[in-house]
């Protein structure tokens, strides 16, 4: 009985051993089961791979991501697949297991079999004794996206702050910590990897005003929960000032509490230098306006009474005075004229500083304004007995296109030097053809020679300064402004020219330019320059005769006096009708049919301008001339005669000859 029960007994144990082997097998199976389903259905890649780099096993996920089929990559190296910018350290990271390191976690780029790139994040371990790598990976080719999009969107705004020199900060009240973007470094000139205090390194540069008022700000922002603005300066090394506009705004936590301060600084330096240029470019130019009122007013008030001096005197001069008389007339005259040639001067230096200095281009013949010239001079050699000549080149066209009265200033300004300066022998103008063109272009040169004191080599080029002569000695005893060949320069310059200058002390000067010349060789202009010269000198004798009414609008008597005797002198039988304002003017030509009217601009109770347009809305004087009379020259106001009705202009002082040629034009 007790070989039974101990054989059951062992029965039952082997049966027991049985059952827990076969549970074991089946737990195992379970596992395997467990497993093979987590390696097929994950989404993460998984792959087993030898220590040589080839595949042994991969799940479908793994060649899902990567497009192949598990028979393109099983016993082929897993580097094939490695995008080649990511594969040095891949194998370095790979060389790392081999060497004892646990496991490794890195990410780098697989190529899928379209090519594509793909982001995987790689923890993989390595079993020592079999020299099997398990690799799982996940695709992070979003997350790597996102973080690419963030880096270039964080580098368009650093480059975009660079660009705008806009800087942006964020002061943090519970941790008490400034952050700065890079370009409000830039802008303070502060090394980001100094580590420097920013809110002390900030401060550093402003004054002790603009802290305090910065403070005041901040203040107000925290405790009312405001934005603000502010600019202010601040400074660099090198004691270099700049501006910066500045902002902020509060950061509110649900709580309602002021928990940070953020906002934006921009260096407007460029644009404060841009205001402040503005300001004195407007400044510039009101001073510059009140210069030029100054100096038309000026003008007006003394070409008012040198019309006076100049043109009785040249009436007088007309007369028979005895020989003292004629030389004290005679004085009387030249220093008239000597004040008016230093006021033009002036004035046209005035204008050629502004930029209001313009040419007017018309017919001009050459040598008759070139005997117009030396006729100026005559009388003045003659009293300092030396000779003055005019040699002209025969094959110059009779009529140019030039400005006539520019180019008349500047020989009267060579040809006035060289006979001030002369002493003994001659002065000489001379022109002639330098090169023959085809076209109708002629290069002409002019050339003052002299024989006169001379100029050293040193001061040749001192002598074209404004308001400057050889030396202090010059200007004492020959007198002028200094501005006479600075102006006549930039004449020429305007012309396309300039002058050279050569000359030896005690031997004399030679002083030339040439101008481009257009011809005016068409026949109709000849004609209409012949043609007008013909009627006037057909039409002279019949004026003379003619009886002409002529309204003077002038407010001053000695200026009204000298327009009625010069109209006498060249019109004697014409009847002058006398108006001291435009007021006068109108009343008269209500009861008066007129041949002509003189129109000062400047008078009481209605001024020239007014009194012409008054004029010209009655439509019986559409058609009668009037001609201004004005003591201004300054740019502008012959156009504005012409705009307001006039026909034409005459400059205070006037002399006979000229009051006669715009007489003649008109009637």
């Known amino acids: 009985m007790k070989k039974t029960l101990l054989s059951h007994i062992t029965s039952n144990q082997k049966i027991k051993q049985l059952e827990t082997e076969l549970a074991y097998y089946k737990s195992k199976d379970t596992l395997q089961e467990n497993f093979d389903y987590f390696f097929n259905e994950t989404t993460d890649l998984i792959c087993i791979a030898n220590l040589d780099g080839y595949f042994l096993k991969i799940n479908p996920a793994f060649t899902n991501t990567l497009g192949y089929t598990e028979s393109e990559l099983i016993s082929k190296k897993f580097i094939n697949y490695v995008y080649s910018d990511d594969v040095e350290k891949t194998l370095n990271e790979i060389n790392n297991l081999s060497e004892g390191i646990n496991s490794i976690n890195f990410s780098n780029r697989y190529l899928r079999k379209d090519g594509s790139k793909i982001w995987l994040q790689w923890i993989s371990t390595i079993n020592l004794e079999t020299k099997i790598v398990f690799a799982i990976a996940r695709d992070i080719s979003g997350i790597k996206n996102t973080q690419e999009k963030l880096i270039l969107s964080e580098k368009l705004l650093n480059e975009s702050q660079k660009m705008a020199k806009i800087g942006s900060w964020e002061f943090d009240l519970i941790s008490n910590k400034l952050y700065w973007s890079d370009e409000l470094y830039n802008i ?103 210069k030029s009122d100054f100096l038309a007013n000026m003008s007006h008030e003394i070409r008012t009474p040198l019309n006076g001096i100049i043109g009785f005197t040249d009436l007088l001069l007309k007369t028979k005075l005895d020989s003292d008389q004629q030389v ?213 004798s019949n004026k003379l005769s003619k009886k002409f009414k002529i309204l003077i609008v002038e407010d001053n008597k000695i200026n009204m006096l000298l327009c009625t005797k010069m109209i006498h002198s060249i019109l004697p039988k014409s009847t002058i009708l006398e108006a001291y304002n435009g007021e ?41 001339p009037i001609i201004a009379l004005t003591a201004g020259i300054m740019i502008g106001e012959k156009e504005k005669c012409i705009e307001n009705g006039m026909d034409d202009f005459i400059s205070k002082p006037f002399k006979l000859i000229e009051l006669q040629t715009i007489i003649n034009k008109y009637i």
């Open 328 to 540: 004290y007339m005679s004085n009387i005259n030249q220093s008239a004229n000597l004040l008016l040639d230093i006021i033009n001067d002036i004035l046209d230096f005035s204008k050629i500083e502004s930029g209001k200095f313009e040419l007017s281009f018309e017919p001009v013949n050459l040598r008759s304004l070139a005997e117009q010239v030396i006729d100026l001079f005559k009388s003045h050699a003659l009293n300092k007995k030396i000779d003055l000549n005019l040699m002209i080149d025969p094959n110059i066209p009779k009529y140019v296109i030039t400005d006539s009265v520019r180019l008349k200033q500047v020989l009267v300004n060579l040809i006035g030097n060289a006979v001030k300066f002369t002493n003994f022998g001659e002065v000489l103008l001379q022109i002639e053809i330098v090169k023959k063109n085809k076209n109708q272009f002629v290069p002409t040169r002019f050339s003052v020679i002299d024989t006169g004191i001379g100029i050293q080599n040193h001061n040749l080029n001192k002598i074209f300064q404004s308001f400057v002569q050889e030396d202090v000695s010059t200007s004492k005893k020959f007198g002028g402004t200094g501005l006479g060949l600075s102006i006549s320069n930039q004449i020429l310059e305007k012309l396309n020219s300039k002058i050279n200058v050569k000359s030896v002390v005690g031997e004399g000067s030679n002083f030339n330019f040439t101008i481009n010349f257009e011809t005016a060789n068409s026949l109709s202009t000849k004609e209409q320059i012949s043609g007008y010269v013909d009627e006037k000198k057909n039409n002279k």
């Open 584 to 624: 006068m003017a109108l009343e008269i030509l209500e009861n008066q049919n007129v041949n002509l009217i003189l129109m000062d601009i400047q008078m009481p109770i209605k001024n020239g301008y007014e009194t012409t347009i008054e004029i010209r809305n009655n439509d019986k004087f559409k058609n009668l």
């Open 188 to 290: 303070f000139e502060i090394d980001k990897s100094a580590k420097e205090n920013l809110a002390e390194s900030y401060r550093s540069r402003l004054t002790i005003e603009d802290i305090n008022h910065l403070d005041q700000l901040a203040d107000r922002t925290i405790k009312e929960k405001i934005s603000y603005e502010v600019e202010h300066p601040f400074t660099l090394s090198g004691n270099r000032k700049k501006w910066l506009l500045g902002s902020g705004e509060p950061v509110i936590n649900e709580a309602g509490e002021v928990i940070k301060i953020r906002g934006v600084a921009r260096d407007i330096t460029a644009q404060k230098e841009r205001d402040a240029a503005i300001k004195a470019k407007e400044f510039a130019e009101l001073a510059n306006q009140a």
